[in-house]
């Protein structure tokens, strides 16, 4: 039973004098009978001060202890599958498979976490036993607030990457409903609290807080208590916050992750031979109607005679794709508001609607979008744009001058070798993955996984937001100095209980000392 | 012969309108007869345009390059050390002990990045084989600032710890000198830029550029293309330029390093059994002329009857010191103005005043201190502020409020146990590097250090300035999909040419794939 009230410091609140606000089913167009109500401040500020409380107790837990509630949280999130997942479908567009398969990542990446704390060496133990003794490990950096994202109601949202590094690391978590899934993100929230009172912890150790607008979110990121921000969203939304966070007494790290249009260079001789190009593009393209965020949003394709089918075929393509509406009315509505402003400009790109969805496809020439760059903008949804180069020097000006990018995907065969070792140090700059094959949609979690870019794709490209290494975002180095060694903690200790692999005079060791 | 003349993208230029500023010898209180040449705007333009012009060559080095490059850097560093020192002495106050010890800190920093070029295993490069291929290594983020220290003319300044760290990242250097040691400054500069001709390295990689107003720093913080930078210095300073980095259009990260006042806690039992505490802290207050970012500014006694000896001697200490004038005159002025402003709050606390020297003592009450915070603020120089409390709980209660530091220090026997166990987590809050024996000065250079803590100590906690790890500052992940293997970076091809320990599939192996 969705309650729409807000979970501060462990305890479930009414407040009677709160804003209210409701969710929508995108498929009905009608709003959901729940009332959730809006955080107060003086709930916003007891979550952070619990949060706070509970600190220190949380980061010294074991990685076990960690391990252990994370696997728990498991156990809950699958006790509620059934009402997390049939409020994920009243509360979006997204369909069945796409809840069930959204579920599923969210239970993979908090494996992933699990793994991590199981073997450790992510604390990067380095001990230096020559005078003076200087033992350095990575320790929590403190009480962290996690947006939910609208186009992942799980895997970045509740107990998504962000919430769940952040717990791994031993930080306390205040999630940031967002408003177009709160129940979603209740059931979410439930389970986290259930397997907090289920291990035996603070329940301080996580709150989470609903509320329709700016208010909530920035109260939390001014609190002086709040040592970091997670955040997956618009480059608006992210770099107000970030901005934000630099105007407060102590200025934290906002990770905010702000989306990126992804080029996806096509070179001459890949574009000729590889007939299966619209095909992938144009289901990249739908795939998860459009939103995920690395959407291959502008298509360059190296095209000296005008000769092949490619635009033809995705034009095609984009026609038939049946989608069907987006995650939530609001964001379906701001989509096309933006197509019908590109619709409008006839003189600068050719606008392909499809028959059966919101998608669509834009087709330009290099020179004119190097004149109008303000078309390398997101339109977040199932649009892309191609952008038809006759020169390899436009195509090569095109990557210069986008601007920083989660991914950059150069397609090309082994005789278009020449362009792409000059196109490849471009976008290298300006991108977090470089893919060689394939789509950019997909974002594997592993550790080889580098979900973040330069700016303005991320707001500090030094860290991943997908992937076990994000965790380095909740976490700061600390030395002991000839401490003694009953006082250090575990992952320093002579007898290596955590049995680490620690750097130890400069050669790394399981060993005890 | 020193020039005076700015070093723009590897060519010492002189420019006829320049402003030209002196530097001046504080044990003669006279000018030296050398004009130098502020740079100008074009001129710091021109440093930026060339770094960026070499930026992608440069990275590309291989490590093996870099490592011969710091090398030979040592080499040119030794064949101009007669005259570096003769410089480094006739613009600063240190004596010849100071400099010859700070040249060969100097040396041993850039060892230690040799031996990290050498190793290779920083480049943190991981390998998922599975479908897709995901591979990661760090890459250099882009030409770099660096801000020459007042307090170390040579270990951090122009071939200091964040130059050489950015240098060994694959970035190019502009280097600010500063204004206080502009000669040796340059001298260094001769060094390094003497070593690029050796390596036969592009010298736009280095550029060495004076000024004395804020104008040329803040010019080279709000270039698009300057992509991070480095500083030790004043909060001031730091705070500054890290706001500046904030409005740019694409921020950037500000490695401000801005002190901190170092509180060390002696304990009561330590107190009374430890007669030589009050030797070793005066020595440690002294040190430098107290111009150590690591000086202890703050001792806070647990002395609940008031029966030590403690305070007595360290008086008698700091009357006995004998030390030289501070690095520079300005410097010396700043604290004696600071000094006066504390004599004469005597309400407040007694100031003791050396005989032979500037340096100076106060003391206060804990409950004095807790009502005056701003008693806390760094006084950058030989003084020190002992606090006695009475009651343990007001120790603990002036850790809690203590803002961010770079060290802090508990000193306490077994029998200060029970207090320590109290004290150590508000102080893990508060730190960057936490001692249990001796003193804060002294910072080892080694993987264990930690030279940086929580803001206003610095503005980014999770990186610190000293060590080998401070190579993670000018470094970002790069994720490399479905890559052809002859295109990937070496670090990441299947042969594992560079021999690295890579984490393949989950596991570190040096073996090819």
Known sequence: MITGQNLVGGEWQSNNSSKYFKTSNPKTGKNLSISFEQASEDQTNLAVDSATSVFELYSNTT????AQFLGIIQDELKILKPQILYCYQAES???EGRAFGEFDRTMDQIDRFIDLLNEGSFLQATIQTQS????????SIGPIVVFGASNFPLAFSTAGGDTISALAAGCPVILKAHPYHAG????VARAINNALIKC????????HLGGQSFTVGSQLVMHPNIKGVGFTGSFKGGK??????QKRIEPIPVFAEMGSINPVFILENKL?????LAEILGQSIGLGIGQFCTNPGLIVIHDPREETDFINSLQMKIKELSLGPMVHSQIESNYNQQLIQLKNKKELLQVTASENSCAALGVTSASIFLENLDLAEEVFGPFSLVVQCKESSELLALAAKLPGQLTATILGDINDRNILQKLLPILKEKAGRLLFEGVPTGVAVTQAMQHGGPYPATTDCRFTSVGSDSIYRWLRPLSYQDCPNELLPAAL?????LQLSRKVDGVFTNSAI
């Open 63 to 66: 990685l076990k202890e960690r």
């Open 93 to 95: 567009s997204f369909p």
């Open 132 to 139: 003076p003794d200087l033992r350095k490990t990575l320790v």
């Open 184 to 187: 979603t993100s209740e059931w």
């Open 200 to 207: 035996d912890l603070p329940l301080e150790i996580f709150s």
């Open 240 to 245: 107000a916050l970030y901005d934000m966070s």
């Open 272 to 276: 000729k031979s590889d007939i299966n």
């Open 493 to 497: 200790q002579n007898e290596n209980p």
